[in-house]
Nanobody, 120 residues
């Protein structure tokens, strides 16, 4: 199983980005997909999660400027980030709880991350 994140880049303050992540490999089903980030010198922080039924949860700090959406049919999750600030500079990681076989517990998988740099 692999998760491939994309969509990062250098963006000026006030700009927007849409990050994408696609899961591939031996996948029976995906329970949840989520986004995290790690700022330079910081620890990994959770941003948002979306379930296969479309329920979304956000960290209180990130709710508002961040929007998580998904296409579970195509095993994809997206993160829209608006009004970017330099404090949003980080590596953004996607995460998914994936069952590789039916009726087995889901395992957490991580993508390699995509760099977002907010700078003028």
């Amino acid at each position: 199983v692999q998760l491939q994140a994309s969509g990062g880049g250098v963006v000026p303050p006030g700009g927007s980005l849409r990050l994408s992540c696609v899961a591939s490999g031996r996948i029976s089903s995906i329970a949840n997909m989520a986004w995290y980030r790690r700022a330079p010198g910081g620890s990994r922080e959770w941003i948002a999660t979306i379930t296969s039924t479309g329920i979304t949860r956000y960290d209180n700090f990130h709710q508002g400027r961040f929007a998580i959406t998904s296409d579970f049919t195509n095993k994809m999750v997206f993160l829209q980030i608006n009004n970017l600030t330099p404090e949003d500079t980080a590596v953004y990681y996607c995460n998914a709880d994936i069952r590789t076989r039916a009726f087995t517990p889901a395992t957490a998988y991580w993508g390699q991350g995509t760099q977002v740099t907010v700078s003028s």
